[in-house]
């Protein structure tokens, strides 16, 4: 490997393409998910061990509620499930879990099981998983306002003081900027994702629906990020 080979600290993935890998294969949209867990799943292992500091994955949008009963209540038990069965595969993994989202109108076993998750791996010293679940990310910023504007109303903090850094550290979950975002499955759009995160990301977006985005190519997007030239609004240095 080259010396200069840059690992990116922040990966976000937005999970696209469950639905079309399924149809392609004549099976019905939960099977797509339930692979797409699976390929997370392999994932995070390679990602921890590749020493990504932070994996933001887009989960479940505030929109996605709209879609039929039956897939929203496939992915709800979806996550239920795994999140009680696959928690002591991640806490041994060292895998630090936290979610970025609304509580509203999530179901009270979902929450809790999100807060046992967050609360079982807080002092993990691995990958930091942020799973986007019920989360926009317009919510996001307008949640992030209140709780500033709050804490100027107390006095804990002058309106002086409020800059990028401060707002950075009031969204969801206090994590650095996003250096690689990926949207598998084609589509060209940020939908909402950490909006506030991207500001200066790469983007990449692959053809490859989502169940199908194994360690390889992960390693193909690594590949792609050391090809960018990141100048964060500054001149060309090459
Ligand atoms: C988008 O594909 C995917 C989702 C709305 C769900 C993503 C969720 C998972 C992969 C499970 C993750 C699990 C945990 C525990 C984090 P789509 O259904 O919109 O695909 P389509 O555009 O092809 O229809």
Redesign the pocket.
Known sequence: MEEDYKIPTHVGI??????????EKGLI?SA??????E??RKLVRYINDKGVKVLS?????TE?FK?SEE?VSY?MN??LK??KK?LAEFNDNNVKVLFSGRKEPLADDVWEAMQEMEKTTENNTGLILN?C?NYGGQAEIVDATKKIVDKVLNGEISKEEINEELFRQNLYKDLPPMDLMIRT?G?VRISNFMLYEIAYAEMYFPKT???DFDEKEFDIAIDVYNKRDRRFGGIKNK
Do not use: C, M, Q, T
């Open positions: 937005i999970l696209d393409g469950n639905g079309r890998w399924a149809k949209r797509g998910h339930k692979a797409g867990y390929a997370l994955v887009y989960a479940f949008s996605n879609r897939e992915l979806l996550f795994v999140f696959d799973i679940l499955s589509e629906y989502f169940p």
